[in-house]
């Protein structure tokens, strides 16, 4: 017991790689650089944010599932990572074993943005224009399988309509197509489009939450907007190797459930339309748990298989 609370307390000693599973200015990179910056300030050690997006996130996860179990190669995975397995017959890793749970470190819901060359304002607009014309309106993404291309296909199939996914190799990418009007609509991560809606780049016309967005108040949820049941909550969370020690893992959760309360993190990333959280390890293992099952019925139900 000594022994194990001793490394605890030793740990770190050397720089910490954060392995992120998406491309520079993604939600999941804004989140992890937040969090990195304070965790090498409270730690006394560098925090390198490693940025390996593709495949979904699988090439990130697979990387530290495979690294040592030494509390220094961490991944910050954003919401595909519970979408995987219901898309993936097999992933190099098993995605509840073979990665322990350390921290959900912030959640938003997507909002639904259209290019302000498109004459629509509402959900139901939307629907009615995509309705009149079947595989004209195009929605990006930032990959295949990602979470913004599954909120997309389950909005298709919940509003009966035909709309047509572009994945890029980034979201950025897509909301510079987004912004000119060469796709017509994202469902976009706020931190990666607030700007774009405060600069009216693009229009924003609902979020996908369960409830308005505190960022957003005028904004209506998409089931307000006559689509019941329609939800996408997009999040970030802190995984180690599954043999990492309880310890580091102890460690490494308190300090992050503890900057997760600062009123200026809280502040900075509100703004962007994030909700810091900083749970349990445990509590990381039931979402985890109640995601992947929750998207294997979507999955399933929309018929998606990879591209």
Known sequence: MGSTCAIGQTYPTKPIRMIVAQSVG???????????QRLGD???QQFVVDNRPGAGGTIAAELVARGAADGYTLLLAPTAYGINPALYAKL???PLRDLA??????SSSAVIVVSPQLQ???????IALAKSQPG???????????????AGELFRSMAGIDIVHVP??????????????RIQLMFASPPSVMALIRGGKVRAIATAGTKRAAQLPDLPTVTESGLPGYQNTIWQALLAPARTPKAIIDRLYRECADIARQPELRERLQADGSEPIGSTPQELGEHIAGEIARWTKVVKAIGLKPE
């Open 42 to 44: 409270r730690l006394a």
């Open 26 to 36: 993604g939600n999941a990179d804004f989140i992890a650089r937040a969090f990195a």
């Open 168 to 181: 890029y190799k980034a979201a950025t990418a897509a909301l510079v197509d987004l912004t000119s009007g």
């Open 120 to 126: 629509v304002r509402t959900i139901s607009e939307l």
């Open 136 to 150: 004209k309106l195009h929605y990006g993404s930032s990959g295949v399988a990602a979470a913004n291309h599954l």
């Open 92 to 94: 190099p890793y098993d």
């Open 101 to 106: 749970p350390v921290s959900l470190l912030a």
